[in-house]
Protein backbone atom coordinates (compact mmCIF):
# COMPACT_ATOMS: atom_id res chain seq x y z
CA UNK A 1 0.00 0.00 0.00
CA UNK A 2 1.16 3.38 -0.52
CA UNK A 3 0.32 5.50 2.21
CA UNK A 4 0.39 9.49 3.83
CA UNK A 5 1.17 9.78 7.06
CA UNK A 6 2.02 12.99 8.07
CA UNK A 7 2.08 13.97 12.15
CA UNK A 8 -1.03 15.94 11.10
CA UNK A 9 -2.84 13.87 8.85
CA UNK A 10 -2.92 10.52 10.55
CA UNK A 11 -3.58 6.91 8.29
CA UNK A 12 -5.48 5.60 10.97
CA UNK A 13 -8.11 7.28 12.82
CA UNK A 14 -7.17 8.07 16.79
CA UNK A 15 -10.30 6.07 17.79
CA UNK A 16 -9.05 2.89 16.62
CA UNK A 17 -6.41 2.58 19.16
CA UNK A 18 -8.43 4.57 21.78
CA UNK A 19 -9.02 1.82 24.15
CA UNK A 20 -5.64 0.02 24.12
CA UNK A 21 -3.33 0.21 26.86
CA UNK A 22 -0.35 2.70 26.91
CA UNK A 23 3.20 1.12 25.94
CA UNK A 24 5.82 2.05 28.17
CA UNK A 25 8.90 1.77 25.29
CA UNK A 26 9.27 1.85 21.83
CA UNK A 27 11.26 0.76 19.27
CA UNK A 28 12.05 0.38 15.47
CA UNK A 29 11.07 -3.05 13.92
CA UNK A 30 13.64 -5.51 14.83
CA UNK A 31 16.02 -6.16 11.85
CA UNK A 32 13.45 -3.84 9.44
CA UNK A 33 16.18 -1.33 7.68
CA UNK A 34 13.56 1.31 5.83
CA UNK A 35 14.80 3.09 3.04
CA UNK A 36 13.98 6.86 2.77
CA UNK A 37 13.84 9.42 -0.39
CA UNK A 38 14.23 12.54 0.95
CA UNK A 39 12.37 15.03 -1.37
CA UNK A 40 12.73 18.77 -0.01
CA UNK A 41 10.29 18.94 3.17
CA UNK A 42 9.28 15.27 2.91
CA UNK A 43 9.95 11.91 2.46
CA UNK A 44 9.56 8.80 0.86
CA UNK A 45 9.62 5.64 3.21
CA UNK A 46 9.67 2.11 2.20
CA UNK A 47 9.29 -0.86 4.28
CA UNK A 48 10.40 -3.61 3.05
CA UNK A 49 8.90 -6.25 4.95
CA UNK A 50 5.91 -5.08 4.07
CA UNK A 51 6.14 -3.54 1.15
CA UNK A 52 4.50 -0.77 2.11
CA UNK A 53 5.22 3.02 1.27
CA UNK A 54 4.73 6.03 3.75
CA UNK A 55 4.86 9.83 2.56
CA UNK A 56 6.33 11.32 5.81
CA UNK A 57 7.33 14.42 7.05
CA UNK A 58 10.38 15.36 9.18
CA UNK A 59 9.37 14.80 12.26
CA UNK A 60 8.33 11.09 11.39
CA UNK A 61 12.05 11.03 9.58
CA UNK A 62 13.20 11.57 13.11
CA UNK A 63 11.08 9.94 15.18
CA UNK A 64 12.44 6.62 13.37
CA UNK A 65 15.74 7.75 13.33
CA UNK A 66 15.73 8.42 17.22
CA UNK A 67 13.89 4.57 17.55
CA UNK A 68 16.17 3.17 15.59
CA UNK A 69 19.07 1.39 17.72
CA UNK A 70 17.90 2.27 21.32
CA UNK A 71 14.24 2.05 22.58
CA UNK A 72 12.60 4.60 24.64
CA UNK A 73 9.85 5.64 26.32
CA UNK A 74 7.91 8.86 25.67
CA UNK A 75 9.72 10.88 27.89
CA UNK A 76 13.50 9.75 26.76
CA UNK A 77 11.86 9.65 23.08
CA UNK A 78 11.14 13.86 23.45
CA UNK A 79 14.72 14.06 24.73
CA UNK A 80 15.52 12.99 22.00
CA UNK A 81 13.94 14.73 19.83
CA UNK A 82 15.02 17.97 21.66
CA UNK A 83 11.08 18.35 22.65
CA UNK A 84 9.34 19.50 26.10
CA UNK A 85 8.19 17.05 28.43
CA UNK A 86 6.08 19.59 29.79
CA UNK A 87 3.76 20.72 27.52
CA UNK A 88 1.07 18.28 27.50
CA UNK A 89 -0.35 18.87 23.61
CA UNK A 90 3.00 18.15 22.90
CA UNK A 91 3.32 14.93 24.09
CA UNK A 92 -0.28 13.63 23.03
CA UNK A 93 0.90 14.47 19.73
CA UNK A 94 3.68 12.53 20.06
CA UNK A 95 1.98 10.12 22.02
CA UNK A 96 -0.79 9.72 18.45
CA UNK A 97 1.95 9.60 16.31
CA UNK A 98 3.43 6.65 17.38
CA UNK A 99 0.33 4.44 18.17
CA UNK A 100 -0.26 5.79 14.26
CA UNK A 101 3.56 4.64 13.67
CA UNK A 102 2.78 1.31 15.17
CA UNK A 103 -0.69 0.38 13.11
CA UNK A 104 2.24 1.15 10.27
CA UNK A 105 4.12 -1.45 11.23
CA UNK A 106 6.96 0.56 11.49
CA UNK A 107 7.73 0.82 15.21
CA UNK A 108 6.71 -1.87 18.12
CA UNK A 109 6.44 -1.44 21.61
CA UNK A 110 9.22 -3.51 24.00
CA UNK A 111 7.62 -4.11 26.97
CA UNK A 112 3.84 -5.18 26.40
CA UNK B 1 8.72 -8.01 -43.63
CA UNK B 2 5.68 -6.09 -42.54
CA UNK B 3 2.05 -7.87 -41.79
CA UNK B 4 0.96 -5.04 -43.99
CA UNK B 5 2.59 -6.66 -47.00
CA UNK B 6 0.68 -9.80 -46.50
CA UNK B 7 -3.20 -9.48 -47.53
CA UNK B 8 -6.10 -9.60 -45.00
CA UNK B 9 -6.65 -13.02 -47.23
CA UNK B 10 -3.00 -14.37 -46.28
CA UNK B 11 -2.70 -13.10 -42.53
CA UNK B 12 -6.36 -14.86 -42.40
CA UNK B 13 -4.57 -18.16 -43.86
CA UNK B 14 -1.65 -17.96 -41.38
CA UNK B 15 -3.95 -17.10 -38.26
CA UNK B 16 -6.11 -20.40 -39.09
CA UNK B 17 -2.72 -22.37 -39.61
CA UNK B 18 0.21 -22.62 -37.68
CA UNK B 19 -0.45 -18.89 -36.69
CA UNK B 20 0.89 -15.60 -36.79
CA UNK B 21 3.81 -14.17 -34.61
CA UNK B 22 5.09 -10.61 -34.90
CA UNK B 23 6.85 -8.32 -33.16
CA UNK B 24 5.39 -5.35 -30.76
CA UNK B 25 8.24 -3.76 -28.78
CA UNK B 26 10.18 -5.99 -26.69
CA UNK B 27 7.39 -8.69 -27.38
CA UNK B 28 6.54 -11.25 -29.86
CA UNK B 29 3.20 -12.35 -30.04
CA UNK B 30 2.06 -15.79 -30.87
CA UNK B 31 -1.28 -15.56 -32.30
CA UNK B 32 -4.19 -18.15 -33.66
CA UNK B 33 -7.35 -16.87 -34.81
CA UNK B 34 -10.45 -18.02 -36.86
CA UNK B 35 -12.41 -14.42 -36.48
CA UNK B 36 -13.31 -13.61 -40.14
CA UNK B 37 -12.80 -10.21 -39.92
CA UNK B 38 -9.90 -9.81 -37.70
CA UNK B 39 -7.14 -10.16 -40.43
CA UNK B 40 -8.42 -6.24 -41.97
CA UNK B 41 -7.72 -5.12 -38.33
CA UNK B 42 -4.11 -6.55 -37.94
CA UNK B 43 -3.75 -5.18 -41.86
CA UNK B 44 -4.66 -1.82 -41.02
CA UNK B 45 -3.75 -1.61 -37.21
CA UNK B 46 -0.35 -3.49 -37.34
CA UNK B 47 0.66 -3.18 -40.94
CA UNK B 48 3.82 -1.63 -40.04
CA UNK B 49 4.56 -4.24 -37.45
CA UNK B 50 7.79 -6.85 -38.21
CA UNK B 51 6.56 -9.69 -38.87
CA UNK B 52 7.77 -13.49 -38.31
CA UNK B 53 7.61 -15.72 -40.35
CA UNK B 54 8.12 -19.58 -39.51
CA UNK B 55 10.68 -21.55 -39.19
CA UNK B 56 10.33 -19.68 -36.01
CA UNK B 57 13.65 -19.22 -33.78
CA UNK B 58 12.73 -16.68 -31.52
CA UNK B 59 10.39 -17.88 -28.09
CA UNK B 60 7.19 -16.22 -28.30
CA UNK B 61 6.41 -14.11 -25.27
CA UNK B 62 2.25 -14.84 -25.30
CA UNK B 63 0.17 -17.27 -27.45
CA UNK B 64 -3.08 -16.49 -27.75
CA UNK B 65 -6.10 -17.57 -29.08
CA UNK B 66 -8.69 -15.55 -30.24
CA UNK B 67 -12.12 -18.02 -31.28
CA UNK B 68 -15.57 -18.37 -31.93
CA UNK B 69 -17.09 -20.87 -29.85
CA UNK B 70 -17.59 -24.84 -31.19
CA UNK B 71 -21.41 -26.01 -31.96
CA UNK B 72 -24.39 -24.43 -32.49
CA UNK B 73 -22.67 -21.09 -30.45
CA UNK B 74 -20.63 -20.29 -33.56
CA UNK B 75 -23.92 -19.70 -35.13
CA UNK B 76 -27.17 -18.29 -32.45
CA UNK B 77 -25.41 -14.94 -30.98
CA UNK B 78 -21.78 -15.26 -31.71
CA UNK B 79 -19.59 -14.90 -29.72
CA UNK B 80 -15.44 -15.06 -29.27
CA UNK B 81 -13.18 -16.27 -26.98
CA UNK B 82 -9.90 -14.86 -25.65
CA UNK B 83 -7.24 -17.12 -24.68
CA UNK B 84 -3.31 -16.90 -23.03
CA UNK B 85 -1.71 -20.06 -23.17
CA UNK B 86 -5.15 -21.67 -23.19
CA UNK B 87 -6.63 -20.08 -20.30
CA UNK B 88 -9.80 -18.06 -20.61
CA UNK B 89 -9.42 -14.70 -18.60
CA UNK B 90 -12.39 -12.54 -19.86
CA UNK B 91 -16.30 -13.80 -20.58
CA UNK B 92 -16.67 -14.19 -24.81
CA UNK B 93 -17.25 -10.93 -26.55
CA UNK B 94 -19.74 -10.78 -29.25
CA UNK B 95 -17.89 -11.76 -32.31
CA UNK B 96 -17.94 -8.50 -34.00
CA UNK B 97 -15.92 -7.38 -31.31
CA UNK B 98 -13.22 -9.62 -31.60
CA UNK B 99 -10.84 -6.33 -31.75
CA UNK B 100 -11.26 -4.32 -28.46
CA UNK B 101 -11.41 -8.20 -26.84
CA UNK B 102 -7.38 -8.66 -28.44
CA UNK B 103 -6.48 -5.50 -27.15
CA UNK B 104 -7.78 -5.76 -23.61
CA UNK B 105 -6.57 -9.56 -23.78
CA UNK B 106 -3.07 -8.50 -24.78
CA UNK B 107 -3.24 -5.80 -21.83
CA UNK B 108 -3.90 -8.39 -19.41
CA UNK B 109 -1.05 -10.66 -20.31
CA UNK B 110 1.14 -7.80 -20.52
CA UNK B 111 0.01 -6.96 -17.05
CA UNK B 112 -0.06 -10.53 -16.02
CA UNK B 113 3.36 -11.86 -17.17
CA UNK B 114 5.79 -8.45 -17.21
CA UNK B 115 6.91 -8.29 -13.55
CA UNK B 116 10.28 -8.04 -14.04
CA UNK B 117 9.38 -4.17 -15.55
CA UNK B 118 7.29 -1.32 -13.32
CA UNK B 119 4.12 -1.74 -15.49
CA UNK B 120 2.39 1.78 -15.23
CA UNK B 121 -1.29 2.61 -16.25
CA UNK B 122 0.44 5.47 -18.44
CA UNK B 123 0.72 7.23 -21.97
CA UNK B 124 4.37 7.36 -22.27
CA UNK B 125 5.88 9.56 -25.81
CA UNK B 126 9.10 11.11 -26.82
CA UNK B 127 10.25 14.14 -27.91
CA UNK B 128 13.74 15.65 -28.24
CA UNK B 129 15.11 12.11 -27.15
CA UNK B 130 13.70 12.15 -23.79
CA UNK B 131 10.02 10.57 -22.37
CA UNK B 132 7.08 12.07 -21.27
CA UNK B 133 4.75 10.17 -18.74
CA UNK B 134 0.71 10.94 -18.92
CA UNK B 135 -0.24 8.50 -15.77
CA UNK B 136 -4.19 8.70 -15.76
CA UNK B 137 -7.01 7.17 -14.05
CA UNK B 138 -10.08 6.23 -16.48
CA UNK B 139 -11.23 9.20 -17.62
CA UNK B 140 -8.35 11.63 -17.10
CA UNK B 141 -7.53 11.91 -20.80
CA UNK B 142 -4.78 10.31 -20.91
CA UNK B 143 -5.55 8.35 -24.50
CA UNK B 144 -6.83 11.47 -26.03
CA UNK B 145 -3.58 13.77 -25.32
CA UNK B 146 -1.81 10.57 -26.29
CA UNK B 147 -3.63 10.46 -29.54
CA UNK B 148 -3.09 14.41 -29.75
CA UNK B 149 0.38 14.68 -28.84
CA UNK B 150 1.04 11.26 -31.27
CA UNK B 151 -0.57 13.09 -34.27
CA UNK B 152 1.48 15.98 -33.40
CA UNK B 153 4.84 14.21 -34.27
CA UNK B 154 5.60 13.38 -30.36
CA UNK B 155 6.93 9.53 -30.75
CA UNK B 156 4.13 7.29 -29.21
CA UNK B 157 5.93 4.72 -26.60
CA UNK B 158 2.45 3.06 -25.22
CA UNK B 159 -0.62 4.15 -24.78
CA UNK B 160 -1.48 2.01 -21.48
CA UNK B 161 1.39 0.94 -19.72
CA UNK B 162 4.53 2.72 -19.26
CA UNK B 163 7.20 -0.06 -19.24
CA UNK B 164 10.09 0.95 -16.82
CA UNK B 165 12.97 -0.99 -17.20
CA UNK B 166 15.19 -1.34 -13.91
CA UNK B 167 18.15 -2.11 -15.50
CA UNK B 168 18.38 0.17 -18.58
CA UNK B 169 16.44 2.76 -16.43
CA UNK B 170 14.64 3.81 -19.47
CA UNK B 171 10.30 3.63 -20.62
CA UNK B 172 10.69 0.94 -23.39
CA UNK B 173 8.53 1.15 -26.55
CA UNK B 174 5.57 -0.89 -27.36
CA UNK B 175 3.07 1.33 -29.55
CA UNK B 176 0.02 -0.07 -30.30
CA UNK B 177 -3.22 1.23 -31.54
CA UNK B 178 -4.61 3.88 -29.25
CA UNK B 179 -7.88 3.17 -27.78
CA UNK B 180 -10.45 5.82 -27.92
CA UNK B 181 -13.50 6.05 -25.62
CA UNK B 182 -17.01 7.73 -26.52
CA UNK B 183 -16.27 11.32 -26.67
CA UNK B 184 -12.74 11.23 -27.00
CA UNK B 185 -13.48 9.62 -30.65
CA UNK B 186 -15.08 12.59 -32.45
CA UNK B 187 -12.80 14.98 -30.79
CA UNK B 188 -9.96 13.20 -32.44
CA UNK B 189 -11.77 13.36 -35.20
CA UNK B 190 -12.12 16.90 -35.37
CA UNK B 191 -8.39 17.55 -34.17
CA UNK B 192 -6.84 16.20 -37.22
CA UNK B 193 -8.76 15.16 -40.12
CA UNK B 194 -6.07 13.18 -40.98
CA UNK B 195 -6.02 10.73 -38.06
CA UNK B 196 -6.71 6.87 -39.30
CA UNK B 197 -9.54 5.80 -36.80
CA UNK B 198 -11.16 2.17 -37.23
CA UNK B 199 -14.68 1.26 -36.60
CA UNK B 200 -16.66 2.14 -33.95
CA UNK B 201 -17.69 -0.60 -31.17
CA UNK B 202 -20.63 0.72 -29.63
CA UNK B 203 -21.59 -0.74 -25.90
CA UNK B 204 -18.33 -2.38 -24.87
CA UNK B 205 -18.22 -1.77 -21.00
CA UNK B 206 -15.89 1.22 -21.52
CA UNK B 207 -18.78 2.52 -23.90
CA UNK B 208 -18.12 3.02 -27.68
CA UNK B 209 -14.51 2.10 -28.62
CA UNK B 210 -12.51 2.87 -31.60
CA UNK B 211 -8.72 2.92 -32.55
CA UNK B 212 -6.86 4.84 -33.54
CA UNK B 213 -3.65 4.07 -35.85
CA UNK B 214 -0.11 4.23 -34.33
CA UNK B 215 2.39 6.31 -36.03
CA UNK B 216 4.42 4.08 -38.80
CA UNK B 217 7.26 5.69 -37.56
CA UNK B 218 6.72 4.61 -33.66
CA UNK B 219 6.38 1.31 -34.43
CA UNK B 220 9.51 1.35 -36.91
CA UNK B 221 11.43 2.74 -33.97
CA UNK B 222 9.99 0.45 -31.21
CA UNK B 223 13.42 -0.98 -30.41
CA UNK B 224 14.65 2.73 -28.58
CA UNK B 225 13.77 3.37 -25.35
CA UNK B 226 13.51 6.93 -23.66
CA UNK B 227 14.54 8.23 -20.46
CA UNK B 228 12.20 9.80 -18.58
CA UNK B 229 12.22 13.75 -18.10
CA UNK B 230 8.20 14.70 -17.46
CA UNK B 231 5.55 13.44 -15.43
CA UNK B 232 2.17 14.59 -17.01
CA UNK B 233 -0.90 14.14 -14.18
CA UNK B 234 -3.51 14.89 -16.71
CA UNK B 235 -7.25 15.67 -15.38
CA UNK B 236 -9.97 16.58 -18.17
CA UNK B 237 -12.47 19.08 -16.21
CA UNK B 238 -15.20 19.86 -19.46
CA UNK B 239 -15.18 23.59 -19.80
CA UNK B 240 -12.71 24.50 -17.39
CA UNK B 241 -9.79 26.68 -17.92
CA UNK B 242 -6.39 25.01 -18.85
CA UNK B 243 -3.46 25.28 -16.50
CA UNK B 244 -0.18 23.22 -16.05
CA UNK B 245 1.31 23.76 -12.48
CA UNK B 246 4.77 22.03 -10.75
CA UNK B 247 3.73 19.48 -8.37
CA UNK B 248 6.18 18.72 -5.24
CA UNK B 249 8.65 15.49 -6.33
CA UNK B 250 7.43 13.52 -2.81
CA UNK B 251 3.28 14.07 -4.29
CA UNK B 252 4.67 12.68 -7.63
CA UNK B 253 6.12 9.29 -6.16
CA UNK B 254 3.51 8.76 -4.39
CA UNK B 255 0.79 9.22 -7.24
CA UNK B 256 3.21 7.48 -9.80
CA UNK B 257 3.70 4.37 -7.18
CA UNK B 258 -0.41 4.41 -6.81
CA UNK B 259 -0.74 4.41 -10.39
CA UNK B 260 1.83 1.22 -11.03
CA UNK B 261 0.01 -2.02 -11.67
CA UNK B 262 2.68 -4.25 -9.64
CA UNK B 263 5.11 -1.14 -7.52
CA UNK B 264 4.01 -3.69 -4.32
CA UNK B 265 4.56 -6.52 -6.71
CA UNK B 266 8.37 -5.47 -7.38
CA UNK B 267 8.90 -4.51 -4.09
CA UNK B 268 12.27 -2.42 -2.91
CA UNK B 269 12.94 -2.61 -7.02
CA UNK B 270 9.45 -0.60 -7.91
CA UNK B 271 10.43 1.86 -4.79
CA UNK B 272 13.98 2.35 -6.80
CA UNK B 273 12.54 2.45 -9.96
CA UNK B 274 9.78 5.09 -9.09
CA UNK B 275 12.63 7.09 -7.43
CA UNK B 276 14.84 6.81 -10.48
CA UNK B 277 11.55 7.99 -12.60
CA UNK B 278 10.99 11.06 -10.11
CA UNK B 279 14.22 12.29 -9.63
CA UNK B 280 14.70 12.63 -13.40
CA UNK B 281 11.76 14.25 -14.48
CA UNK B 282 9.74 17.90 -13.81
CA UNK B 283 6.24 16.52 -12.44
CA UNK B 284 3.15 18.86 -13.25
CA UNK B 285 -0.37 18.73 -12.69
CA UNK B 286 -2.78 19.40 -15.39
CA UNK B 287 -5.98 20.13 -16.04
CA UNK B 288 -7.38 21.10 -18.80
CA UNK B 289 -11.33 21.47 -20.89
CA UNK B 290 -9.63 22.04 -24.42
CA UNK B 291 -7.67 19.78 -26.30
CA UNK B 292 -5.61 22.04 -28.28
CA UNK B 293 -4.72 24.27 -25.07
CA UNK B 294 -3.37 20.95 -23.73
CA UNK B 295 -1.32 20.46 -26.60
CA UNK B 296 -0.15 23.84 -26.98
CA UNK B 297 0.92 23.66 -23.35
CA UNK B 298 2.95 20.27 -23.63
CA UNK B 299 4.71 21.12 -26.94
CA UNK B 300 5.70 24.38 -24.89
CA UNK B 301 7.23 22.17 -21.91
CA UNK B 302 8.98 19.69 -24.23
CA UNK B 303 10.86 22.77 -26.21
CA UNK B 304 14.09 22.57 -23.84
CA UNK B 305 15.74 19.03 -24.48
CA UNK B 306 15.74 18.15 -21.24
CA UNK B 307 13.94 20.07 -18.32
CA UNK B 308 16.23 20.31 -14.72
CA UNK B 309 14.28 18.60 -11.89
CA UNK B 310 14.06 19.93 -8.99
CA UNK B 311 15.95 19.16 -6.17
Not at chain 2, 121 to 142: C, M, R, S, W
Request: contains cysteine.
Amino acid sequence: MVYATFSTNPSIPPDSTAAAPVPQRWKRGGDVSLLFKHFGNNSVLFNPRSGSTHLVNDLIVDILDALAYEPADRLELSRRLQLDPNEGETMAELERILRNLDQLGLIMPVDM
Amino acid sequence: MNIGQLSPKELGHHLQSGGLRWVIGPFVIHLRSHVPDFPEYLHKFYGENQLLMPPWNDIADFHLTLNPPLGLRRYWRPKVHFRLDGNAFFTPFPLDHAPPLFEWGLNMAIAARCNHWLLLHAAVLEKNGVALVLPGTPGAGKSTLCAALALQGFRLLSDEFGLYCPQQKCFLANPRPIGLKNESIDVIRAFNSQAVLGQEYPNTRKGTVSYLQPPALSVHNAHIGATPAWIVFPTFIDNQPTCLEKLPQAESFMRLAANAFNYETMGVIGFECVTDIVQHSLAMQLRFGRLEEAVTLLQDLTQSTRPIPET
